[in-house]
């Protein structure tokens, strides 16, 4: 299932290339802020959920389709979760990592500053999908129960699936059953982008994520401790994101890669 998300970006670079002219290529990295939305109100209002710190980082291809239209993805590790609190002295917080494919369009614009002089700058605004591959996590978790324990706070180990035999009393397993592995998702955001250098942009890169499909249809968690807690999983995961993107230009027009190379030919036989 991962090669199929992973095959998203690909397919779409060899697709574009044969349109877009210019691409630019480079590196992403930045801070989520990230809870989970649970649709049923009778459960809903038994809970309280709070935002869970993130980060995610990895590639990031934007191709120039005309003039100031973008067609942008990446492809991210990100970490995601939630904070839960309920009844029986619960406080559950979960993180999860996730491979994220988000596929954007965005429009680039031209502003202003007057600040004795005037200065220009540039800015964008996009929406597009995102497709997220849940890989698994990690989380703590405090119960009524768990307070006969040494440690109140009990570490666990997320996995995906149904519990497997040589784990049905371990404590530190526990399993999400029948979820969906591969995601949906609507992006909403925008930036400034800032060029140093001709060929070289720093992007700061502002994002909401408004999640689509559910964590799982009808699963539920499954708890070894503590036995009464079962958490609803017809969740959608949201959040923000703040990143910083590092992207070079590459101008796959052969006309003018090779007059870049006469240029430097003529250059290195004037200094002979």
């Known amino acids: 299932m991962i090669k199929k998300l992973l095959a998203i970006p690909l397919c779409m670079i060899f697709c574009v290339n044969l349109h877009a002219q210019i691409i630019w290529t480079g590196v992403k990295a930045g801070y989520n802020l990230s809870w989970s939305r649970y649709d049923d109100k009778a459960y809903r209002s038994q809970i ?12 990031a291809f934007s191709f120039r389709m005309k003039d100031r239209y973008f067609l942008h993805t ?5 970490t995601k979760g939630r904070v839960v609190d309920g009844p029986d002295l619960l406080h559950d917080h979960v993180i999860y990592k996730y491979v994220d494919v988000p596929l954007i369009y965005n429009v680039h614009f031209k502003g202003q500053l007057n600040m004795g002089r005037v200065r220009y700058f540039k800015w964008y605004a996009g929406i597009g999908p995102n497709f997220s591959y849940w890989l ?3 989380g703590t978790i405090e119960h009524i129960e768990t307070f006969d324990f040494e440690h109140p706070q009990l570490d666990y180990t997320l996995k995906l699936g149904f519990r497997a035999e040589e784990h049905l009393d371990v404590a530190d397993y526990v399993y999400f059953e029948e979820v969906n592995r591969l995601q949906l998702g609507i992006n909403i955001g925008g930036g400034f982008i800032l060029e140093p250098q001709n060929n070289h942009k720093f992007i700061i890169d502002l994002r909401f994520e408004l999640g689509h499909s559910w964590l799982a249809r009808d699963g539920v968690t499954d708890f070894i401790v503590p036995t009464s ?7 959608r995961q949201m959040g923000g994101r703040v990143s910083l993107m590092y992207l070079i230009e590459h101008n796959l027009d052969k006309r003018v890669r090779n007059k870049g190379k006469s240029s430097n030919k003529q250059s290195r036989l004037k200094r002979r």
């Open 74 to 78: 990446e492809i991210l590790y990100s």
């Open 48 to 59: 309280d959920v709070s935002p869970v710190h993130g980060f995610n980082a990895g590639a």
């Open 229 to 235: 807690y079962a958490e609803d999983l017809r969740a």
């Open 136 to 138: 698994g996590g990690k």
